[in-house]
């Protein structure tokens, strides 16, 4: 399909509207992105012994991550190879076996097929049970957060990442220990596109001071003076925005990690205390983003807000819904008390019934159920925000915009969704990986800006 340029207009920053609509669009998706990227699947901490398992989606796949005896972990489809029946109802447990409920076959903790009722009597030993496992799926971890795959082509989890681990390490690598995940997850559905939520956390700080104004004005404290787009803020000042080859990205508030949290005794003690040890051990710009708010997306369906502490993962079901997975992400180190304080004020900002989160279900589902319309759906979309105000930093990888309110990383996020949807394997995506960030033509922008910042007098 070279019909993406229709789709996605990097150098006019614009996307059609069907990407939120077209059933043959999604289609795409999930064979060239879904079945091909590394997809968020939890953490160490939800599966912390042998045995213990979770269920969870690969977009509308059904998988079981289960902790093996050496430690290890596997992934497999969650369908008996039998019937096709689902083999694994629950949640989360510890089981060394998993039984089909359906005529009682049983997959062992590593998904292989270990017993069949009757296989004496009635399939007369003649079942080759060897080859009838349940799907394995590539399993790798990052700083304990665990992502499955299902193409073997696909990069390394830590090449997939690239650049982004440089910036994931000021909070996963961190002296504590980084950070890991609290469940049980709150699921709940939502009519939208998975991209509608995926784009807004990448890389809508424009969003918060409107559609949040009134819970900002409740919270008080740092962010409410976004309340409203204040012509007077300085948001040049207040942050920056990033984006890197495979798409991911985020938005970063300085200083304001703890921000929307109400109750923060403790989380405040705990960054004053840990901030000298994390700037000792990686430098003073990502001790910069250790204490800054941040909203993220990993490509394609994962995203975060790092400092409010909420986790998602947007699973498609169709064009037009989701199934939304809320965690909470907190850091290892942090005590008990501490940990639990932050998930109450992470949920109560942005759970099922958030603060702010509720929010943004009707800006979620407008903008992909208007294109029901078949005049609406001939239009495009624009992220032009900020367009050449962004640009290769010195200092930090990727591509840098020159503020949190800006589409630099919507951009960066389209321009990887086109390459991926125009990619016929993960062959032709490699080969792009030395002039991926051509689009961003304004190579001068950071050098310029920051010699002429130091010839400002300072005061
Ligand atoms: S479908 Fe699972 S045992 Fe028959
Ligand atoms: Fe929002």
Redo the contacts with the bound molecule.
């Keep these: 399909m070279n019909g993406s340029a229709a789709l996605v207009d990097n150098a006019n920053a614009s996307q059609s509207r069907r990407v939120f609509w077209d059933q043959d669009v999604y289609q795409l998706e999930l064979e060239r992105i879904f079945s091909r990227c590394w997809l968020m699947l939890g953490h160490d901490s939800l599966v912390p012994k042998s045995g213990d398992f979770i269920t969870t989606y690969m977009a509308e796949d059904r998988v079981i991550l289960s902790r093996q005896p050496d430690g290890s972990l596997k992934a497999f489809i969650n369908s008996c190879t039998h019937r096709g029946n689902q083999v694994c109802h629950a949640d989360s447990g510890s089981a060394k076996a998993f039984v089909c409920n359906y005529h009682g076959w049983v997959f062992g903790q590593d998904g292989a097929l270990v017993d069949v009722p009757m296989e004496e009597r009635c399939y007369h030993n003649d079942l080759d049970k060897s080859k009838l496992g349940l799907t394995q799926i590539r399993v790798e971890t990052y700083k304990g957060f665990i992502f499955g795959c299902h193409d073997p082509e696909a990069p390394s989890l830590e090449e997939y990442l690239g650049d982004f681990c440089w910036y994931l390490d000021s909070i996963w690598d961190t002296p504590d220990g980084g950070m890991e995940l609290l469940g049980p997850p709150l699921k709940s559905t939502l009519a939208c596109n998975w991209k509608v939520p995926t784009e ?1 956390f990448v890389g809508d700080g424009y ?2 001071g409107w ?2 104004a009134a819970a900002l004005q409740m919270i008080g404290g740092e962010l409410s003076g976004l309340s409203g787009n204040r012509a007077d803020m300085p948001f040049d000042d207040l942050g920056l925005q990033f984006t890197v080859r495979h798409g991911h990205g985020f938005g970063l508030i300085h200083n304001a990690a703890s921000s929307i949290h109400v109750k923060r005794d403790g989380y405040v003690k705990y960054m004053d205390e840990t901030r000298g040890a994390v700037r000792e051990k990686l430098g003073p710009e990502r001790e910069m983003l250790y204490v800054g708010h941040w909203n993220t997306s990993i490509f394609p369906n994962c995203s975060f807000l790092y400092g409010t502490n909420t986790f998602k993962i947007w699973h498609p079901r169709g064009p037009h819904e989701i199934e939304v997975w809320t965690y909470t992400m907190v850091p290892k180190g942090a005590d008990a008390e501490t940990k639990r304080s932050m998930q109450r004020e992470a949920i109560r900002s942005f759970g099922t019934a958030g603060t ?2 509720s ?2 279900g009707e800006n979620m589902s407008s903008a992909t159920y208007n294109n029901q319309g078949v005049i609406t759906r001939r239009g495009r979309m624009n992220s032009s925000m900020g367009l050449n105000r962004e640009g290769p930093h010195p200092v930090f990888p990727g591509i840098v915009g020159v503020s949190f309110i800006g589409e630099t990383s919507y951009r960066g996020f389209y321009r990887f969704w086109q390459e991926m949807i125009d990619a016929p394997d993960w062959a032709a995506v490699k080969a792009g990986d030395a002039d991926w960030d051509k689009m961003w033509t304004n190579r001068n922008f950071w050098p310029d800006r920051l010699a002429a910042q130091q010839a400002e007098p300072q005061d």
């Design positions: 807004n969003h918060v559609t949040h702010l989160e929010d943004d």
